[in-house]
């Protein structure tokens, strides 16, 4: 796989200016912007670790992000996905989630999958916790449509993943990939509503 390198000074400062140009441009014209998924997956063995790179440098780094994204776009709604830290840290994910609340800066992520375990015990818990607080947004994403949703043993439905989404989530935003054949049906709900 592949990640910017985000813990990094030199990148950081020119991806901080970019976000400030994008608002100059754009804040107010949009509906919002989000910052990627905080989910990397990076060998910890020696030797192999990015140079520069620790969990509390690329806690910070994520941390950073959010301020200048935050104070850039001040019309435009600002979200951090943020599903899972290095090392599959839930202390490290909990202090994102903890940084959201303080600067109310929106929060979500990738992936609606329905009652998914994992999920459910690490950053959905987190991400309904800000209903409220900031907006909240997650992505129904390629191959979101083929998860087994627990309760029932079957395949999601787009109507379950909408009332998981908003009732159990308790989102603000909903974006739906394009994926067919079931994009139609996206829009029959919609349309619905």
Same mark, same amino acid.
């Given at each position: 796989?592949?990640?910017? $390198?985000?813990?990094?000074? +030199?990148?950081?400062? $020119?991806?901080?200016?970019?976000? *400030? ?8 014209? *949009? %509906? ?22 620790? $969990? ?5 780094? *994520? ?5 200048? !994204?935050? =104070?850039? /776009? #001040? ?6 996905? +943020? ?9 490290? !994910? #909990?202090?994102?989630?903890? &940084? ?16 998914? %375990?994992?999920?459910? =015990? ?16 997650? +992505? ?10 627990? #309760? ?8 379950? *993943?909408?009332? /998981?989404?908003?009732? &159990? !989530?308790?989102?603000? &935003? ?5 994926? %067919?054949?079931? &994009? $139609?049906?996206?829009? =029959? ?5």
């Amino acid at each position: 796989g592949w990640v910017a $390198r985000r813990w990094d000074s +030199a990148v950081a400062a $020119r991806f901080h200016k970019l976000l *400030i140009k994008l608002a100059e441009q754009f804040d107010g014209r *949009i %509906e919002g912007i989000n910052l990627p998924e905080t989910s990397v997956a990076l060998s910890e063995e020696p030797g192999l670790i990015p140079e520069g790179f620790s $969990r509390n440098s690329y806690l910070e780094a *994520i941390k950073n992000n959010m301020m200048v !994204l935050k =104070k850039s /776009f #001040k019309k435009s709604k600002p979200i951090q996905y +943020a599903n899972f830290m290095p090392g599959d840290s839930n202390e490290d !994910l #909990k202090k994102i989630y903890d &940084y959201a609340k303080k600067i109310k800066m929106g929060m979500g992520g990738p992936d609606i999958k329905v009652y998914k %375990e994992f999920q459910m =015990k690490n950053s959905y818990p987190l991400i309904r916790s800000m209903s409220g607080i900031a907006p909240t947004g997650v +992505a129904v994403q390629d191959g979101n449509y083929d998860v087994i949703n627990p #309760k029932t043993g079957q395949k999601v439905t787009i109507p379950e *993943i909408f009332d /998981f989404a908003i009732n &159990y !989530l308790r989102l603000d &935003y909903v974006f739906w990939c394009t994926e %067919e054949p079931y &994009y $139609r049906q996206v829009l =029959k709900l919609i349309d619905s509503k």
